[in-house]
């Protein structure tokens, strides 16, 4: 009894946790499967260790680099610190420009041009093909064509045959179509001619190199040759340029491929042509500074010597030799004038020079010098055009003529220009401003002149002419001397901070992180396929299934009968079946206890799910302990009692109800239980539902109180007829046969609606049929699915 209670208990704790998830009754479910889940384990383990071997493996290297800043003068030389001052050689480092060169297909082209790398050496394995690079014991190289006019990819499988003879077969595929190599032994060396190509290729032994240790020669090798440009868009994808920081210059090249031999060698190769290629480009400039100088310095210097010529002829033909007292003093006074008027014309001439630069057509996409002129706004302007020039030049070696970043660094310099010639028309005028008041005040000294001799006047003003060409001259003979230096004093723009070392392992694939993945791959499976199939059940499978999706409580379990009869309890049986009929007649009496509670309804939803084998055993359970039973059939439209009873089928409840007979007289009896009375249906009446309905009724369930300590009512399926809902009333508690396997999931929320509008009276749940022992017997009785009216000669049902 007490588990009965703790059973009702704790139903009503779930009924309460209406929405709640019951977690260990789920794992307890799925532990049922046990065997499942070890077997899926160990599978998907196998193939998570087929998936690992097969993996090809991935080798990170990395290497870092500082990129020097060109605009510290602190590590600069002073003839290259004057250079920037000029704005020839001043640039500012752009760290995103850096990155975007060292990522440029261009630069990546470079590389694999000179380390041959569109040619990919790859060694068969049991289950992957592994790149092997320059441990490969062949190379295979192209003649008569080059790598950038390949039009296809051409795949070669190399096997050794004998010592210097190999055989060698392989396709080159143009898109989808295929041209399959000259397939044969070869000896070595030896040219295939390329399908569908003007060239051929040369295999050979590899020298052998300490550095790099040759694999056996006993393996096979696949070589695969590429066009230069899918190499390029391979590796490109591979590669990585990271800062380290945002105010660093610091760059991390990262680089992933099968063969971290591979990658080192291409970082390598990366930094120094980055480098070779910045240093051709600084020569580029020093040497149009230079060539720009050298001009200047031709005109130059054919103007000063025709200023010297005259300085000689002036004084030849004034007779002067030396400058008396009164010259000196006046000198003295004019000189700090002069000095003015020197410098402003000497900027003034350096300001036409740079204007007559910059409209010359030829030179509209050259850097403009910035011949130490005064005006610090035209000075820093030219240098910033300058900078921004440089990095245009950079980006357009790396970019299309589509590419917006070169399209808006184009405008910018457009704009630049622009400004700079407005910039240098404004400086003219104020330079000529300063000159007038310069000659003005200078004016004011002329007027004293007349105590000057008109001799010494003259040779002042063609000195001092002198001195103009003469400071320009020397001025630019120190810039040439500053570009030599620079061409001469060349350095890494990148230097190498961490050089690439080899790893010790790939960095994929991760052996633990596939097989953890594969584990839970492993434990998933099982829990899907259990719960696709739950899905796929529309029959209740068992009790605890029952118990979640129902409202009412379930009882009672009865196991498949393993005799195949109707009857199995029988007197000082002890089988399991018999068993829990008798737990069932315990929870029974514990329900019944109370006094005047008799009368037990045993019904079902739908035929075949035993109801009439619960309402026999049941009621033969009660009668061995001693207690005087009545077994009523009161499924009147489709009698199977007396037939499983194997009772001549005739008069019964149906002749009582319609005032033919007395009860008493329509009694059964089965020798073998003395306490127990059945009183069949009868014959099957044309008014069922009425029959049932009439107060008669009443009367007999008053005097079967009576007569008996208990009556079982073998009623009819309730989802089939409506008569048990005309009985229930008579009923104290109500077993609602359910039978696993056979009774539909959607037959609970029929059931459930009963319970919810009490239409029966205090029902609980029996399932039947239930597979606990290792056995395909059924039980010895069919229902027939659909009712309806028979003749009363129905022969009994078969026993299995």
Known sequence: ????????????????????????????????????????????????????????????????VLIKEEGSKASASSAISNLEDLGLLSTTNNVDNEIAVFSSPNLIRQTIDTLGLFTTYFEKGLFRQTEVYKQCPYTVELDGISPHRLKGDAKIVISQTSKGFVY??????????????????????????????????????????????????????????????????NITSQISVESTSKTSSVLDIILRSGNAYKSVDILRKIVEIYNSNNVEESNVIAYNTSRFVNDRLLDISTELKSIENKVVSFKKEQGITDVGAETKVFLEQNADIEKKRVEAETQLKLVQLIEDYINKNENHNKLIPNLGISDEGLASIIGEYNNMLLSYDRIERSSSEDNPVRARALASLKNMRQNIQSAVLNVKKAMNINKRDLADQANLLTSRKGSIPQQEYGLTEILRQQQVIQAIYIFLMQTREQSNITLAATSDKAKVITDPIIPPT??????????????????????????????????????????????????????????????????????????????????????????GKKVILVTSTIPNEGKTF??????????????????????????????????????????????????????????????????????????????????????????????????????????????????????????YVTRENVTPKAVVDFINSIYKDKRLSNPYLVINDVNTIDNKKKYGYKYKYGYGY?????????KK
Not at 170 to 178: D, M, N, P, R
Request: with cysteine; hydrophobic share 45%; glycine share 4%.
């Open 614 to 735: 619960v309402a026999i055993n049941l009621a033969a359970s009660f009668a061995l302990s001693d207690k005087k039973v009545l077994l009523i059939g009161m499924d009147i439209r489709n009698p199977q009692l007396a037939v499983d009873m194997n009772f001549t089928k005739g008069k019964g409840l149906t002749s009582f109800l319609t005032g033919d007979e007395k009860w008493g007289n329509l009694l059964s009896h089965i020798p073998e239980y003395p306490n127990l009375d059945i009183l069949q249906a009868g014959v099957i009446p044309p008014n069922p539902n009425e029959l049932l309905m009439k107060p008669i009724l009443f009367e007999l369930f008053k005097e079967l109180r009576v007569e008996y300590d208990i009556v079982v009512i073998d009623s009819a399926p309730l989802g089939v007829v409506s008569d048990t809902l005309l009985i229930a009333k008579h009923a104290d508690a109500t077993v």
């Open 168 to 233: 060698v077969s392989g396709v080159y595929q143009i898109k989808k179509k295929k041209y399959d190599f000259p397939s044969g032994e070869y000896k070595l060396p030896c040219a295939i001619k390329i399908p569908s190509e003007k060239g051929r290729i040369i295999i050979d032994l590899r020298p052998v190199d300490e550095n790099n240790p040759l694999e056996s020669l006993e393996s096979d090798y696949i070589v695969n040759i590429a066009n230069t440009q899918a190499e390029v868009e």
């Open 790 to 798: 028979e003749s009363a000669d129905v022969k009994p049902r078969k």
């Open 506 to 595: 790939p960095v994929s694939p991760k052996r633990n992180l596939i097989l953890i993945a594969f584990f839970f791959i492993g434990l998933i499976v099982p829990v899907l396929v259990i719960y696709i199939r739950d899905l796929f059940k529309v029959n209740i499978s068992s009790r605890e299934e029952l118990e979640r999706l129902a409202t009412p409580n379930v009882i009672g379990e009865i196991a498949r009968s393993e005799e195949g009869e109707i009857m199995v309890v029988r007197r000082n049986s002890t089988s399991p079946i018999v068993e829990l009929f008798r737990s069932l007649r315990n929870n029974l009496q514990f329900i019944l206890s109370e006094p």
């Open 1 to 64: 009894m007490s588990n009965l209670s703790d059973r009702i208990e704790k139903k009503d704790a779930y009924d309460e946790q209406e929405d709640g998830i019951d977690i260990r009754e789920i794992l307890l479910y799925y532990l049922r499967y046990w065997k499942w889940f070890v077997a899926s384990i160990l599978v998907f383990l196998f193939l998570g260790g087929l998936v690992y071997l097969s993996w090809t493996r991935s080798y990170q290297v990395s290497t870092s």
